[in-house]
């Protein structure tokens, strides 16, 4: 049993983890001395997966098949032991005896570490107490392993470490490895809707003279070959647009952007966006898309339209609510805004109800605070929140029979923004207007407001059509539909503050 032990570092958690990774060491070098190095083997021939096996029983049993994946746990039984074997898509069990690999073969195995990478070959059976498993005729070590496993019910707690060492959570982590699957097919399934929709996918650049498009602070960099500071994008919106004026009907684009903000369960300052643009449609367009969008991905992905998140049912296949703004805040927060015309009385309301305001702060501001502050949190079910104040929105077409608004949506589940869309503004005089509004307001102190783009405005001055626009944070879909409470848990290698020795 000593043996089975020291491959067993979940049997002995108080063992000094670095005398462990010398006695492989020491294992590795012997069988390098002996010619048997690991690492030297280049490629594995793998019929199936676990998965594959398991499903598929009643076709294979008696067949041989290969696996390989890797070493979760050992049981030595003398002239026979039990493995287990982890891969892509699941584990399988695999009966390792004397007589059907070789004394030394076997010999060999039973020096093998939990972790170590290796193939197995052999025939598909049932043991007695009913588990799919493979009889080895062959086991090949094809990776050895040098560090330890974590102890699986102990050594995963530290949520820290899980986000450091994503590889490590994957190995031991099978929750973590479904959610990163699933948020594969989640992307791939938004690529095939909007492919069928006959949209366009696209890449535009990452480093950026002018960071517009959001209100959001950038990363700033120096660009040494041209002596020039550049940022890193916070948004897809203005290079997609110059598309749309290039004669692109439908594009889209699926990548990451940067903002310059704080950490917390929803927010990351590396995250995924995709943006898309449709010319001749407006921002009702925009929320038709959106409903058959997420209605596709779930169907495609989870089999069904009624999720659960955090144990709240959220039901996609009825049709989303939707409400403007104004009669969100009267709703529920008791305000009505249609009532208020100076920027006295927004400020008397604000003051009325603890809503705290900037001095820069005008009348549409106030009353988007009062919609973050009473209305968001309801807003549970999908709910398009519609026609927001001008004030909040530099980019967005106005509403022709009351221009204090916009044609925009905000898209809101679980009390969180979902997605953002416009009626995209295409006339070049009033975009100049707002720009010229945006560039005050940094003057006054707010660092995410955005700066005049002379070349998009050269842009809409050619002439772009009536065109809709929407941006959907690929990790808050991912969050709701696995049901994971952070955005670091869909992201693989999260932003982390630098451990220091």
């Known amino acids: 049993m000593a043996e089975e032990t020291r491959n067993n570092p979940a049997q002995q958690p108080q063992q000094d983890v670095s005398e462990q990774h010398k006695i492989r060491l020491e294992k590795l070098q012997a069988m390098q001395e002996a010619g048997h190095d690991p690492f030297k083997i280049t490629k594995y021939d793998v019929t199936h997966h676990s998965t594959d096996v398991k499903e598929n029983f009643e076709t294979l049993e008696g067949k041989t098949v290969s696996v ?72 090949t070590l094809l990776s050895k392993s040098l560090q330890v496993l974590p102890e699986k019910f102990h050594g995963l707690t530290n949520t820290d470490m899980r986000y450091r060492q994503r590889y490590v959570d994957l190995i031991m982590n099978q929750d973590s490895r479904d959610t990163f699957i699933k948020r594969s097919k989640i992307i791939r399934a938004i690529r095939t809707y909007l492919d069928g929709q006959g949209f366009m996918e696209v890449e535009t650049p990452m480093l950026v003279a002018n960071a517009g498009g959001a209100a959001a602070r950038p990363f700033v960099t120096h660009f040494n070959a041209l002596d020039e500071d550049f940022k890193l994008r916070i948004s897809l919106e203005l290079y997609l647009k110059r598309l749309i004026v290039g004669g692109l009907e439908r594009v889209y684009e699926i990548g990451r952007v940067f903002r310059n903000e704080g950490l917390d369960t929803r927010h990351s300052p590396e995250f995924t966006l995709m943006e898309l643009y449709q010319a001749y449609t407006d921002y009702h367009g925009m929320m038709d898309l959106t409903e058959n969008l997420y209605r596709h991905i779930a169907q495609e992905v989870l089999g069904t339209t009624v999720i659960t998140y955090n144990g709240v049912e959220i039901d996609l296949g009825k049709p989303f609510a939707r409400i403007t703004m104004l009669d969100a805040v009267k709703q ?41 502050e009473f209305v968001e949190e309801h807003l549970v079910q999908p709910t398009f929140v519609m026609d927001h104040p001008i004030e909040i929105s530099p980019l967005t077409k106005k509403k022709p ?72 944070g690929i990790d808050r879909m991912v969050m709701l539909l696995t049901d994971s409470l952070a955005i670091r848990d869909v992201l693989l290698f999260p932003t982390m503050k630098t451990q220091r020795d």
């Open 68 to 139: 390989a994946g890797r070493m979760m746990s050992k049981r030595v039984m003398g002239k026979a032991s039990f493995c287990n074997i982890l891969d892509l898509k699941g584990n399988i069990q695999s009966y390792v005896a004397r007589d059907s690999i070789g004394e030394e073969p076997y010999k060999a195995f039973k020096k093998l570490d939990i972790g170590d990478i290796i193939g197995i070959k052999g025939e598909v059976f049932k043991t007695k107490t009913g588990e799919i498993s493979i009889h080895a005729s062959e086991v």
């Open 332 to 372: 529920y927060a008791g305000v009505d805004f249609n009532e208020i015309h100076t920027l006295e009385e927004a400020r008397a309301a604000a003051d009325a109800h603890h809503v705290e305001y900037e001095a820069r702060h005008k009348k549409g501001d106030i009353l988007n605070l009062f919609f973050e």
């Open 401 to 472: 029979e009351n221009p204090d608004y916009v044609e925009r949506f905000e898209f809101f589940m679980n009390g969180w923004e979902m997605a953002n869309a416009y009626s995209e503004l295409n006339d070049p005089i009033d975009q100049r207007a707002r720009f010229a509004a945006q560039e005050e307001l940094f003057a006054q102190g707010d660092e995410e407001a955005n700066h005049t783009d002379e070349d998009f405005l050269y842009a809409l001055e050619l002439g772009m059509p009536p065109t809709g626009g929407i941006g959907f």
